[in-house]
């Protein structure tokens, strides 16, 4: 499967973005999607993960009620709803697929990614 991330730009604090994700190959049903994020001289970290029909999502405890993942099967295409930003949430966001049986919180799980967006949130 072949992954392409849109959506990203430059944002002020409080405000909102959604990112896209769209994929090519088999459907999402066949995999957990994931959004992790990489800000410079950090590691890749969890965001948001959804699996399943009907869908199972995981957050990170630092998005928790901030943002949603969602899942379009029509358009094969997972979303990744960021409001009430912070600076801290500035970063390349980077979305993924993996094994159903994987862990959907670690990167190493997932074995196919999209090539990056950069959210900058300004203070």
């Known amino acids: 499967v072949q992954l392409q991330a849109s959506g990203g730009g430059l944002v002020q604090a409080g405000g909102s973005l959604r990112l896209s994700c769209a994929a090519s190959g088999r459907t999402f049903n066949s995999y957990v999607m994931g959004w992790f994020r990489q800000a410079p001289g950090k590691e890749r970290e969890f965001v948001m993960s959804?699996?399943?029909?009907?869908?199972?999502?995981y957050y990170a405890d630092s998005v928790k009620g901030r943002f949603t993942i969602s899942r379009g099967n029509a358009e094969n295409t997972v979303y990744l709803q960021m409001n009430s930003l912070k600076p801290e949430d500035s970063a390349v966001y980077y979305c993924?697929?993996?094994?159903?049986?994987?862990?959907?919180?670690?990167?190493?799980?997932?074995?196919?990614w999209g090539q990056g967006t950069q959210v900058t949130v300004s203070s």
């Open positions: 993924a697929a993996g094994s159903l049986a994987g862990d959907p919180f670690v990167p190493s799980a997932y074995n196919h």
């Open positions: 959804i699996r399943g029909s009907p869908s199972t999502t």
